[in-house]
């Protein structure tokens, strides 16, 4: 307890150089944990946030870009599928249920995807967890739409509120559906999924609206169709973007997506859900990896930082090393006071650094739902991160042996010798 006390007090007397010693530690310590959390997060929420589905079924493009428009709302497609092609796959005899997908309009920044109440029946995210609404229920009307969490949260709708959709993606658009307005109807409770970022409307209500559009421009006013006109038009789809299928038997999965992709009547793209993610992971790991590795370089900046502000101030502490040699003090407890110095720097620069992350985080969590949809989860250090920062108050103690060494050899005729 006297050395700790004694090195506590030899820190305080070099304060400030210890204050940056130990901010640095605690800053690539943030930057690591931060880095951690966020790769975790990242691959939690892109693997929670479709369940149970068999296939996904686009236009033939690519596994990995079928995923990301159809299921995360990132991209979009190279073409659609025809409305005959889905309807004589989804009536197939192996399949359980389907799922269709109309994408391409938004508002206000948030995608608006068509599709029917199967979805709200069969989708499922984390594991088995279902699709449940904080506010209303599904749509009983044309003009009825449902929203995601984050859609209702941040533009601040309400149930019976109108909303106005926009044709495109775009955050900012001039080519709006005025005439043709919608109503909240429900609201659905957070999923940390991009469910909470999706304004869901049903594929009759996506025909409604571009019945009177044409490649991305609407008719001229003495020929639009008003929106109690669409009511009584027929309002079948001829296309959507994609669907999602489960089927009756796990063993008819590689069958029908073989089926799938040998489809003559137009090409067409069946992938498995798992697989394709771990293709992009794979797409994606080298950039993951180097990422995590570029912070743990930061760490160790961090502790050479703390080795040369030790090994600094060794010949200056000279004197101090020797006069507790006068006093009795063995060389082991200058070799142990040197490390207890060492491993109280690491210890507060990573309590600082844990505490730094956890400020970060709650900084950049809106920010990484609203731009990139991902949800990162504010919870207890885990124990990956706490061998983490065990490693690094090891790694501490290991370097601080080096300026420990250094002033055990010092005999006590050096400390006390005069240098001119």
């Not at 589905?53 to 428009?69: E, F, K, M, Q, T």
């Amino acid at each position: 307890m006297a050395l700790i006390a004694l090195a506590l007090r030899s820190l305080w007397n070099r304060r400030t150089t210890a204050a940056l010693t130990v901010s640095a530690i605690a800053i690539s310590v943030a930057l690591l944990l931060s880095v951690e959390n966020l790769r975790l997060a990242a691959r939690e929420g892109f693997a929670n946030t479709l369940s149970g589905a068999d296939l996904i079924v686009g236009a033939r493009s690519g596994p990995i870009n079928l995923l990301l428009y159809s299921v995360f709302r990132i991209g979009d497609a190279t073409a659609n599928v025809t409305w005959e092609s889905y309807q004589k796959i989804a009536k197939h005899p192996d399949v359980a249920w389907s799922i269709p997908i109309s994408l391409g309009d938004s508002h206000r920044g948030f995608r608006v995807m068509g599709t029917s109440l199967d979805y709200f029946a069969h989708y499922r995210f984390a594991g088995d967890q279902t699709l449940r609404f904080a506010q209303g229920g599904v749509w009983s009307d044309l003009y009825d739409c449902v929203l995601g969490a984050d859609v209702a949260s941040q533009l601040r709708y309400h149930l019976g509120d109108s909303i106005v959709l926009a044709h495109g993606i775009g955050n900012v658009s001039f080519a709006q559906h005025k005439d043709k307005p919608f109503r909240v109807a429900g609201i659905l409770r957070r999923t940390g999924t991009p469910v909470d970022r999706t304004v869901h409307v049903s594929l009759q209500a996506i025909t409604a609206i571009h019945l009177d559009w044409q490649s991305g421009m609407q008719a001229p006013p003495g020929e639009r169709v008003s929106a109690a006109e669409a009511r009584h038009r027929d309002l079948t789809p001829d296309s959507i973007t994609a669907f999602i299928l489960g089927m009756k038997s796990k063993v008819m999965v590689f069958m029908m997506q073989r089926a799938i992709n040998e489809y003559r009547e137009e090409p067409l793209l069946a992938i498995i859900p798992g697989v394709a993610l771990q293709q992009l992971w794979n797409l994606v790991g080298v950039a993951d990896q180097a990422l995590l590795l570029v912070a743990g370089f930061v760490v160790l900046a961090g502790l050479l930082g703390m080795l040369t502000a030790i090994l600094t101030s060794l010949n200056e502490r000279r004197r101090e090393m020797a006069i507790l040699r006068s006093v009795g003090a063995p060389p082991g407890d200058v070799f142990l006071l040197f490390i207890l110095e060492s491993g109280v720097l690491a210890l507060l620069g990573v309590l600082f650094g844990a505490a730094l992350s956890y400020l970060l985080l709650v900084i950049a969590q809106p920010v990484l739902i609203d731009r990139f949809g991902i949800f990162v989860h504010i919870r207890m250090l885990r124990t990956n991160d706490l061998v983490i920062l065990a490693a690094i108050i090891g790694a501490a103690l290991g370097i601080g042996a080096i300026p420990a060494w250094r002033a055990y050899r010092n005999s006590l005729a050096d400390g006390l010798t005069i240098r001119v």
